[in-house]
C-alpha cells in the first residue's frame, strides 16, 4: 500500500511539475451569473524583469449557457507611466458544429487565449489589464446588458522560452 501511495505521489509531483510553463503572474476572478456591460475584470501586478519577454494570456472558463461561438474583448494594459494600451480582441469559442472549445469533461471549459507576444515591461512598477465584454447582437448597437455563459477571467503572464 505504500509503494501505491509513493507512486501515485510522486505522479502527483511530476504533473505540477511538468505544468509550470515559467509562469510569473497567474490570476483568476469569478464574474458570477453574468458578465455586465462594460464591467472591467482587473489585474493588477507589478512589473518582471524589464529586459526579458513574456507572453500573456487570457484565461477563460465558460459553461453550456454561454449563447455564442466567438467572444469579442476590450483588453487595456495599464503602464506605471500613465500609458494605455487598448486592444479588441476576437475569439472563436466553438467549432462550426456547436462543440465547445477548450479544456475540461464536464460541461466547464477552459480557454488559454493568446493576449500579446514577447511582450517587454519597460518600466518598473504597478501594471493593471482590465478586460471587458464587447457583445452585442447582430443588427444590434447596444451591447449585451449581462453576458451569460462565461464564469471566470484569468490573466497569465509567462516567460519566454527560448530554447
Avoid at 507512486?7 to 464574474?31: A, E, K, M, R, T
Avoid at 443588427?139 to 464564469?151: R, S, V, Y
Amino acid at each position: 500500500m505504500g509503494n501505491i501511495f509513493r507512486l501515485f505521489f510522486g505522479l502527483g509531483i511530476l504533473l505540477l511539475w511538468s505544468c509550470d510553463h515559467g509562469s510569473v503572474y497567474s490570476g483568476y476572478q469569478s464574474v458570477n451569473d453574468s458578465w455586465g456591460k462594460g464591467q472591467s475584470v482587473d489585474f493588477t501586478f507589478q512589473s518582471p524583469d524589464t529586459l526579458k519577454a513574456y507572453n500573456m494570456f487570457i484565461n477563460l472558463r465558460n459553461d453550456n449557457d454561454y449563447p455564442f461561438s466567438n467572444l469579442f474583448l476590450i483588453v487595456k494594459l495599464n503602464f506605471p507611466d500613465g500609458r494605455i494600451i487598448a486592444d479588441t480582441l476576437q475569439y472563436e469559442m466553438a467549432k462550426p458544429d456547436g462543440e465547445w472549445l477548450g479544456s475540461g469533461f464536464t460541461d466547464l471549459k477552459e480557454n488559454k487565449l493568446w493576449y500579446k507576444e514577447n511582450v517587454v515591461f519597460p518600466v518598473s512598477g504597478t501594471y493593471t489589464v482590465g478586460i471587458e465584454h464587447a457583445m452585442r447582437k447582430v443588427g444590434e448597437e447596444q451591447g449585451i446588458a449581462d453576458l451569460k455563459g462565461i464564469t471566470d477571467v484569468g490573466l497569465e503572464i509567462e516567460k519566454v522560452n527560448k530554447e
